[in-house]
Every structure is written in structure tokens, then in C-alpha cells.
């Protein structure tokens, strides 16, 4: 029966499987006014708000760490928070998997601060982050492609994206998603646990057929004490 019940229990667990949370680099991402963009941060799928396609949950960011170098008129800047998620009062746009991930700092008030817009897609949701990682082109080098943006916003609540200059954006670039801990796959998990409720229904069948012999056995004796009997 324990071994039933552990069974039993690996197959729930390989209906239930999350997904694991995503660690996404930032790979080749270079502006066209000079400079780069490094670093990686990561995904929960399973967690977070509603995005913009009405679809919930939409993720939760987090362990963020971007770097921009210098060029087209910026000093270059490191990001560690994400407006609104991170920042309660930076509430001009919040994170949506699906569409965006924008960059502050942790001050209260944004206003001239240097920010950085993420566009994993441009205009068709709801293509962009999934649980699965991959590849989201962020090139900004066609209509279907992300694009990264980084300019100094223009209000405490870093509101209006149409940053005020010097603002730039990349011309080539791209972020790489991959799991950073693996986790059982269910199909595994499933493939084991009908494994051993194999298992475990042979040796029931094994042992009735063991059981058999025996029942025969008594049934044998019995008539012939009736037999004797009479």
C-alpha cells in the first residue's frame, strides 16, 4: 500500500508541474548612438498581474542586473528595479511580459532620471516572454521585432515614454531565455509513476496467482472430509 500511495502521489505531482522560473541575457543589444546593453534578469511565468492581453498571471521579474556603457550623449547606467513592480510611485507603465519591462531607479521621484524601456514585441501580443525560454528578437530592425530604448524621463512618475533627450535605441540585439535550476519534467514524473502503478498491479497479480494453488488446496480437503463424513 505505501507503495501505492507514493505512486499515487508522483502523479499528482506530474499533473501539477510548474514551470521553472527563466533566467533571460541580454545578448549583442548595441545602440545606435553608440554604447551596449549587458546583464540578464529573470521570469516567473506563474506569477505577477494581468498583462495587456487580459491574460493573468503575467509574470513577476526579478534578480535584475543591466548595464549600459556610454554613447549618444548617456553616461551609461545600472538597472536593478522594475517602474511599479519594484517602485510603487514609478506608475507610468508596469511590467507585462507580453509587451514591456521597464527599467528605473529606486528614487521616489523619476524626473531626469535615466530609465530603460525593454519592447519584447511591438504590436502583436501576445508574442514576447514565455515559461519555455527561447529567443525574442529585441533588434528594433523590423515592425515585429522588440526594440531597447534608454532616455531620462520627464516626470516623477517616469509617465510620458517619450523620453526627453539625449535619448537612444538599439539596433541590434536580441535576449536568450534558459532555466537556471532544472525541474522534473512531467512527462517523467508521469512516465514514472505509471511505471509504478505497473509495479504495483503486477504484484498483486502475482501474488493471487501465488494464492491460487493454495485456495485449491483447502477446497480439495474439504470435500474429501465431506466425503468422509457421509
Same mark, same amino acid.
Given at each position: 500500500?505505501?507503495?501505492?500511495?507514493?505512486?499515487?502521489?508522483?502523479?499528482?505531482?506530474?499533473?501539477?508541474?510548474?514551470?521553472?522560473?527563466?533566467?533571460w541575457?541580454?545578448? !549583442?543589444? #548595441?545602440?545606435? =548612438? $553608440?554604447?551596449?546593453a549587458?546583464?540578464s534578469?529573470? /521570469?516567473? *511565468?506563474?506569477?505577477? %498581474?494581468?498583462?495587456?492581453?487580459?491574460?493573468?498571471?503575467?509574470?513577476?521579474?526579478?534578480?535584475?542586473?543591466?548595464?549600459?556603457?556610454?554613447?549618444?550623449?548617456?553616461?551609461?547606467?545600472?538597472?536593478?528595479?522594475?517602474?511599479?513592480?519594484?517602485?510603487?510611485?514609478?506608475?507610468?507603465?508596469?511590467?507585462?511580459?507580453?509587451?514591456?519591462?521597464?527599467?528605473?531607479?529606486?528614487?521616489?521621484?523619476?524626473?531626469?532620471?535615466?530609465?530603460?524601456?525593454?519592447?519584447?514585441?511591438?504590436?502583436?501580443?501576445?508574442? !514576447?516572454? #514565455?515559461?519555455? =525560454? $527561447?529567443?525574442?528578437?529585441i533588434?528594433?530592425?523590423? /515592425?515585429? *521585432?522588440?526594440?531597447? %530604448?534608454?532616455?531620462?524621463?520627464?516626470?516623477?512618475?517616469?509617465?510620458?515614454?517619450?523620453f526627453?533627450?539625449?535619448?537612444?535605441?538599439?539596433?541590434?540585439?536580441?535576449?536568450?531565455?534558459?532555466?537556471?535550476?532544472?525541474?522534473?519534467?512531467?512527462?517523467?514524473?508521469?512516465?514514472?509513476?505509471?511505471?509504478?502503478?505497473?509495479?504495483?498491479?503486477?504484484?498483486?497479480?502475482?501474488?493471487?496467482?501465488?494464492?491460487?494453488?493454495?485456495?485449491?488446496?483447502?477446497?480439495?480437503?474439504?470435500?474429501?472430509l465431506?466425503?468422509?463424513?457421509?
Open positions: 500500500m505505501r507503495l501505492a500511495h507514493t505512486v499515487f502521489a508522483l502523479l499528482i505531482l506530474s499533473l501539477n508541474a510548474s514551470a521553472t522560473p527563466i533566467t541575457t541580454l545578448s !549583442g543589444v #548595441t545602440f545606435g =548612438g $553608440g554604447g551596449t549587458s546583464g534578469f529573470t /521570469f516567473d *511565468a506563474d506569477a505577477g %498581474t494581468h498583462c495587456s492581453t487580459g491574460d493573468s498571471p503575467c509574470g513577476m521579474f526579478s534578480n535584475i542586473d543591466i548595464t549600459t556603457t556610454s554613447g549618444g550623449g548617456l553616461p551609461g547606467a545600472t538597472y536593478l528595479s522594475a517602474c511599479e513592480q519594484d517602485v510603487a510611485t514609478c506608475n507610468g507603465l508596469s511590467p507585462d511580459s507580453t509587451e514591456v519591462l521597464l527599467l528605473t531607479s529606486t528614487m521616489a521621484d523619476q524626473s531626469g532620471l535615466d530609465a530603460l524601456l525593454i519592447s519584447f514585441i511591438f504590436g502583436v501580443p501576445p508574442e !514576447g516572454l #514565455t515559461d519555455a =525560454g $527561447g529567443t525574442v528578437d533588434s528594433n530592425t523590423s /515592425f515585429f *521585432a522588440g526594440s531597447v %530604448t534608454e532616455g531620462t524621463c520627464v516626470s516623477a512618475a517616469c509617465s510620458d515614454l517619450n526627453a533627450d539625449p535619448m537612444r535605441q538599439d539596433d541590434a540585439g536580441s535576449v536568450v531565455g534558459s532555466s537556471s535550476v532544472p525541474e522534473p519534467s512531467s512527462w517523467l514524473l508521469l512516465g514514472t509513476s505509471l511505471a509504478g502503478l505497473g509495479v504495483v498491479r503486477f504484484r498483486g497479480f502475482y501474488r493471487s496467482r501465488r494464492a491460487c494453488p493454495l485456495r485449491e488446496s483447502q477446497r480439495n480437503r474439504t470435500r474429501l465431506t466425503r468422509a463424513a457421509l
